[in-house]
């Protein structure tokens, strides 16, 4: 059974956000939550929130082992762009986009291989 989680609205932009994305991405919730808390990016904080509060789901809701779940799917896409004007000289005006995301999280348990062992 899949849990699924969003983050909306992340203040940073989705390129940023994809390259702490991509480091968790088929991993154990576990070891996700390990590599998020040594990773010096700022996305890596709102992420490792949203994996918590997704396994926490899993858990409380669906009644999951939080050691079964793996990170099946995250996604980041583009959310709205503020557009904001920087003073230049002589004045004239230079624009400015200030990015943000959403981010999805999937969260599946462990599948079993018909050979009995997991996965």
């Known amino acids: 059974m899949e849990v699924t989680a969003q983050l909306?609205?992340?203040r940073i932009a989705p390129r940023k956000v994809r390259l702490?994305?991509?480091v968790i991405r088929g991993l154990s919730v576990i070891d996700a939550e390990t590599q998020l808390l040594y990773l010096d990016k700022r996305a890596a904080a709102p992420l490792l929130k949203l994996?918590?509060?997704a396994a926490s789901n899993a858990e409380h809701n669906f009644k999951m082992k939080r050691d079964d779940l793996v990170v099946k799917k995250i996604q980041v896409n583009k959310a709205v762009t503020l557009k904001r004007w920087k003073p230049r000289?002589?004045?004239r005006a230079t624009p400015i986009a200030k990015q943000s995301?959403?981010?999805v999280v999937v969260l599946?348990?462990?599948v079993k291989r018909s050979n009995?062992?997991?996965d």
């Open 101 to 103: 995301a959403h981010v």
């Open 8 to 10: 909306r609205q992340l």
């Open 20 to 22: 702490v994305a991509n």
């Open 108 to 110: 599946d348990t462990k």
């Open 89 to 91: 000289a002589m004045g």
């Open 116 to 118: 009995g062992k997991k």
């Open 51 to 53: 994996i918590r509060s």
